[in-house]
């Protein structure tokens, strides 16, 4: 077999069913194996947008997502993708043509070092420098990519040892001696943390993407109901815990509901599932959660202690941790007066917006949700449309809610809706977006109407890079510097790619026009004219303990 | 403050790479770091002197190094016994004055003069932190030229 076909046995024995791509140079022979490889093939039209419709078929199917790209500047233009992929810990596997072996250094045409270029934006990366090891390279990617903490692995191949003839070997079992991922907790600090749970008086459950990756969702809603405790989660924790469920508390930190944030803040046992004390979560260190003890479980030990100090740290898979600590906790705390005082804030500083007779672009998100029943994907762009689609809608299903969250990259939304899309075809996905964000991956709306990829696109615009005129607002004065950003006339720009462009600039068209894309078999991008100088609040100012509110009605 | 640390790693290709990358992109510093393969050709040794401002960040970098694939195992020889070494090349001011001098260095300390040209010697010498500390106290009277050192080798006890 030549390594080319090697490569594509191999992903099919992984199970791979979608691979998102740019041919290339370097790459020519792997896209001639495919030429007769019933491996779905999706072009898209930048390898970024491959990139993360890889990453969003992870985050949707739970699965890992593939991207193939050709050398050099195909694969430079994967790294963003990588690097968000990286950041949230998706499962994600990227394969790039490099140049023939024995020109390796010589600067040679379209060459670039990018196992170099992507080491710290990978779990792991390899270099094939013979075909005999591919086979085993691409099962260890796969299993190193979907193990312990996921995480994208890249493979660059270069084009040589694509043409290479080898016998196929595809190892049984997959064993690397230094690594080891653990899985199972720790039994005597889960029963440390089952005695410090009983005697919390004011316990919080305090969920992230881990919860998700380890399919640990179940588990965390027993525990929830075994404490009687309530429950916040991260903007990576959005499905982990549904939000229509009374204990529910939505998402905290930066711009997370004033009751999260006073309840973590009051709380006396964290309970931190599968997050990481990201910064925007936990505001001004020193000020954070100060009466709290935290029990912390995580896969990766390098989570623990990181931002904050924990008191009883568990590593290992979330799910198993948390079926071992339901069973060990033998008699609940009292969580009465707790619940009272948290019901207190939920009434006090419940999360609002003047919804007038203005087309509000939060109550373009709960229109969203209502006429979805709530039963879509939602992903999103980066900016003030992606903390309205994280407050607005409720979400009740883990791997509903795909967004970039660690990176924090604008143009992730369409590309991801394509991935998500393609891995879940029966299900309705809407990226909602902003007018800023949406011209970064515009291009992919050729990848949906040339596959028949159908997602929805809301635009909420309004004509601002809006989170950055934001802060300029709040924190520069009202000097708007750069954030007043044009865009193309987006109807007829959808038609020009032969989707279905929706103009709304009124409250009472958001419905029909929503009803219309949801009916239309076609992706639909919907141009919503939104109030231009809205705000997303709750909001805690950067470097600001997470009780410290400004503006708005929180 | 300093802490030694060792790892034993796949002997591959890249995993230096990986190891230094580690360390600036996390704004860890490196003291030293001295690498050679072991008895086994398919796996390396180093031992890296870190500086760790306190015991949160050398167990941030533990973790960091542990989690690269091909890092097998980690060692912390902040309270683990061990035997370090380090070798130095220096060249040194030797005039006909100085060997006397030198001499009787040599005399307290593990080393010798390797080579000597005109009114310069090439010398070597091993020892511990402190001893190569004071060596090079003593050295210095004569006249370093130049200095080439190893960084810490170190080894469990």
């Known amino acids: 077999m030549k390594g080319s076909e090697i490569l594509l046995e191999s992903l099919k024995r992984e199970g791979v069913e979608v691979i998102f791509g740019y041919p290339g140079g370097q790459v020519l022979p792997i896209f001639d194996s495919l030429f007769d490889s019933d491996i779905r093939f999706i072009l898209t039209r930048h390898e970024q947008g491959a990139a993360h419709a890889a990453d969003g078929y992870a985050r949707a199917t739970g699965k890992a997502g593939v991207c193939l790209a050709t050398s050099g500047p195909g694969a430079t233009n994967l790294v963003t993708g990588i690097a968000n992929a990286y950041m949230d810990s998706i499962p994600m596997v990227a394969i790039t043509g490099q140049v023939k072996s024995f020109l390796i250094g010589n600067d040679a045409f379209q060459e670039a070092d990018v196992t170099g270029i992507t080491r710290p934006i990978t779990k792991h990366n390899y270099l094939v420098k013979d075909v005999k090891d591919l086979a085993r390279i691409i099962r260890e990617a796969f299993y190193i990519a979907t193990t312990g903490r996921p995480g994208p692995v890249l493979i660059d191949i270069p084009s040589d040892i694509q043409m290479m003839d080898a016998d196929f070997h595809w190892p049984k079992d997959i064993r690397i001696r230094s690594y080891n991922p653990t899985l199972f907790g720790h039994p005597g600090q889960i029963k440390k943390a089952a005695r410090l749970i009983t005697a919390a008086r004011k316990p919080i459950i305090y969920a992230g993407g881990g919860v998700i990756s380890s399919g640990a969702h179940q588990e965390l809603k027993m525990l929830a109901e075994k404490l009687n405790a309530p429950l916040t989660w991260t903007l990576m924790g959005i499905g982990a815990f549904p939000a229509t469920h009374e204990l529910s508390l939505g998402m905290l930190g930066m711009h997370g509901t004033a009751y999260a944030n006073h309840a973590i803040m009051e709380s006396d046992l964290i309970i931190a599932v599968g997050a990481r004390f990201d910064d925007r979560v936990t505001g001004r260190l020193d000020a954070f959660a100060p009466y709290a003890k935290i029990i912390h479980i995580d896969v990766d030990p390098s989570s623990i202690s990181k931002n904050v100090s924990v008191h009883i740290p568990i590593v290992g898979d979330a799910r198993n941790i948390l079926i071992e600590l339901l069973k060990d906790i033998k008699k609940a705390p009292n969580t009465g007066e707790w619940l009272k005082t948290v019901e207190g804030w939920k009434k006090k500083y419940p999360l609002t917006y003047k919804d007038d007779a203005k087309l509000k672009p939060q109550y373009v998100v709960e229109q969203i949700y209502e006429v979805t029943k709530g039963g879509a994907i939602i992903t999103t762009e980066v900016g003030q449309n992606q903390m309205w689609a994280a407050q607005w809608y409720k979400y009740t299903l883990p791997r509903t809610f795909i967004s970039s969250g660690g990176l924090g990259t604008m143009g992730f939304g369409l590309p991801a809706a394509m991935g998500v899309k393609a891995g879940c075809p029966g299900k309705t996905v809407f990226d909602i977006a902003g007018d800023g964000s949406i011209q970064m991956n515009i291009q992919e709306l050729m990848t949906c109407a040339a596959n028949k990829i159908n997602v929805k696109v809301a635009i909420l615009n309004n004509g601002y890079l809006g989170m950055v005129r934001q802060w300029q607002e709040l924190f520069y004065k009202r000097r708007y510097s750069q954030v007043e950003i044009t865009s193309p006339d987006f109807v007829k720009l959808a038609e020009s790619y032969g989707c279905l462009g929706i103009r709304v600039t009124k409250k009472e068209e958001v419905r029909p026009a929503l009803e219309k894309a949801i009916a239309a078999d076609n992706t639909v991008l919907i141009d919503f004219r939104v109030e231009p100088e809205e705000n997303v609040f709750p909001m805690v100012p950067a470097g600001q303990a997470i009780n410290q509110f400004i503006g708005g009605l929180a | ?157």
């Open chain 2, 1 to 157: 403050m300093r802490h030694t640390i060792s790892l034993l790693v796949e002997n591959k290709f890249g995993v230096l790479a990986r190891i230094a990358g580690l360390f600036s992109a996390r704004g860890y510093n490196i003291a030293s770091l001295a690498v050679s393969e072991t008895l086994d050709p398919q796996t390396s040794y180093m031992t890296i002197v870190v500086e760790a401002k306190d015991a949160k960040i050398l167990e941030q970098i533990k973790k960091q190094l542990n989690k690269l694939i091909d890092v097998i195992t980690v060692t912390d020889y902040t309270k683990k016994g061990h035997i370090d070494r380090e070798l130095i090349l220096a060249k040194v001011k030797y005039a006909a004055k100085d060997k006397a001098r030198l001499e009787n260095i040599f005399n307290k300390y593990v080393g010798k003069i390797i080579q000597h040209k005109g009114e310069a010697a090439i010398i070597e010498a091993v020892g511990d932190q402190a001893q190569i500390k004071s060596l090079l106290e003593e050295l210095n009277k004569c006249g370093v030229q130049e200095l080439i050192r190893t960084g810490k080798l170190a080894i469990s006890n």
